[in-house]
C-alpha cells in the first residue's frame, strides 16, 4: 500500500511538471447558462476546453469588461485559482430579447468570438492572437437566445469585453466609401461596396440607390436596386453629388444607409510634374502612401529651408489643383540651385519616410524611407563644386502626425581667386569684356563663356591666368562676334589641378553698327531731345531706347522730322533701336541729366 502511494505521488509530480494543472475542487456544471448575466467556465492553457484542465467558474454583469487581475497574475475564481499568462474562458447567458436589431460589440486581446445561437454559429469570429481591438455586427433577435462567448489569453496583456445596442425594428445597413476624385478628362468614380445589409424584423429587403445635388432632395437612381452601385463612366467633374441606398421590406418600412459624397475635381491646370522650382520647392502631391504615379492633385510651394505639417493631421489641404486629406499621401518636391564650392551637411526630416537626391533622383544622398515618428537624420559632409544641382526630396505619409523639413550648412572652399570685379561695355563692332582679381592661386585661366538666354552657355574664349598671386590683376576680352541685343556673360575660372568656379553673370546689349545706311543721332550726349538724321532715306524714322545696364525698353515720343523727345527719359546710357523703312539699326545713345 504504501508503494502505491509513493508511485501515485510521483505520477502526480510528473502531472504538474508536464503542465497539467487539474483542479480537485472546480465548482461549476460548465454547461449552464446564466440568466441575464454571464457564467465564465475556466480552464487552464490557451483556447483549452478540455474538461480535464478545467478549473472552476466566475460571473459577469450582461455588460462587462473584464481584466482580471492583469498580466501574469494569481485570479481567483469558484475552484481552483488561475494564472493569467495562459487561460481560456467560455461565457454562457440566456438572455430574452424584444423583436428588434442588435448591434453586438465584442473585444478581446488574444482571441474571442461570440455566438447567439447555442453555438452553432459563430456572429463574431475572431480567435487569434492579437493586442486589444473590438469588432461589431448585427442580427435580429427575438425571444429567448443563448449566447457564449469564448475568450483565450495566449501571454502578455489580457482583456475581453461585451456589449450590445437595440437598434430598433429596421436598420439601413452601411455603404462606402466617399470619393475626392482629381482628374483630367472623363472621370469614373469607383464602385460604392456594401458593408453591412440592411435588415427588417420582418418582410424581405430589396434597394434603391438615390442621388442628390444638395443633400436634401433625393431621386431614384434607374435600375440601381442592388446591395452594391458602379456609378457609370462619365461623371461630370467640377461638381459635387451625394449618394445613399434605401432599403424596404415590402411594406410601409424604409431605411437608410449613411450619405456618401462624390467630390469631382479638376487638375488640368495644376503643374507638369516635372519641373524644378528655382532656387526654391515646387512640391508635387499624390493621394496614397509612397505614391507617386497614380491620383495626382496638384502642387504646392515651399521656400529653399522649410518645415512644412500641411495643416494638421487628417485634415484637408488645398494645392493648385485639387484638395487632398493629409491621412495617407505623397509629395514630391523639386528644386533646382545653384551651389558654390563647399562641403554641405543636407538634413531632413519627417514622419514618416523621407530621401533626399542631389542628382535629379538618380541616387539618394539621405535615405529613411520608412514609417516612424518625427525625427530627422542627416548626410555625412559632401563635398560640392560649384555648380547647378537638381534636388529631390520624396515625402509619404502612413497616417498620423505628418511634418517634413529640409535645411543645410556649408563649409565653404577656400576660393582659388578673390574677385574685384566683372563688367562689360558694348563698344561699335564688338563688346569689352573687363574683369580684375584681388589674388589668386594656383589659377590656371579664365574660360569666357557667353549665352543667349542667361542659361545655356557656350565657351567663346580663353585668358591665361597669373598662377599664385596677391597682386590686384586685370584682364580684358573682346567679343567681336556678339549678338544682336542681349548677350550674357560669365567666367569659369580653372586651377592647374582641373577644379572650377563659375563667376557671377552679366549681361550686355551689342550696338550693331551698319554701313549701309548712313545714320547721325545728335546731340549725343543728349539731354530734352536727340535728332536722327539719314541722308540716303527720306522715311520717317521710329525708335525703342534699351539701357544698356537695366535691360529697360523706353519709346520716346516722336515729335516729328526725326525728333524724338528726351525729357521723362532717365540718364543713363542706351542703346538706340532705330527703324527706317524696311531698315534696321542700332547706335549708341547717352543721356545726359
Known sequence: MKRLQIILAILGLLGVLNGFAQCGSAQGDETTFGSNSWIGYFYDGANNFTSGDYQGYNTESEIFNQTFCGNNCTYAINGCSVTTETFTVRYKMNKNFSNAIYRFTIGGDDGVRLSIDNGSTYLINEYRNQSYTTYNQIAHLSGSSNLILEYYENSGDNRVS????????SYGGTVSESQNICASGVIDPAAFSSNEPAMFTSGTVSYQWQESNNNSIWTDIASATNAAYDIPSGFPSGTTRYFRRKATNGGAAIAYSNTLTIVAGSNNSAGDQVSYGNGSWIGYVYDGQNNFTTNYKGELFETEIFDESFGGSNTTTSTTGCDFQTETFSVRFKMRKTFGCGDYTFTIGADDGVRLSIDGGTTWLVNDYSNHGYRTVSSAPTSITDGTYDLVIEYYEAGGGNRVTFDYNVVSCTLPVTWYSFEGVAKSGYNEIEWKTATEENNEGFSVER?????????????????????????????????????????????????FEYSEIISVISVVETNDIQITLYPNPSTDYVQVQSASSKAQPSMQLVNVLLGHVIQPPNEGSGRFNLQNVPAGIYVARIQIGEDQFQKRLIVQE
Open 162 to 169: 461585451f456589449t450590445y445596442t437595440n437598434m430598433g425594428s
Open 451 to 499: 549665352s543667349a538666354d542667361g542659361m545655356s552657355f557656350e565657351e567663346i574664349g580663353w585668358v591665361n591666368g597669373n598662377g599664385t598671386t596677391t597682386d590686384q590683376k586685370s584682364y580684358l576680352f573682346d567679343d567681336t562676334n556678339a549678338f544682336d541685343g542681349t548677350n550674357y556673360y560669365r567666367l569659369k575660372q580653372i586651377d592647374y589641378d582641373g577644379n
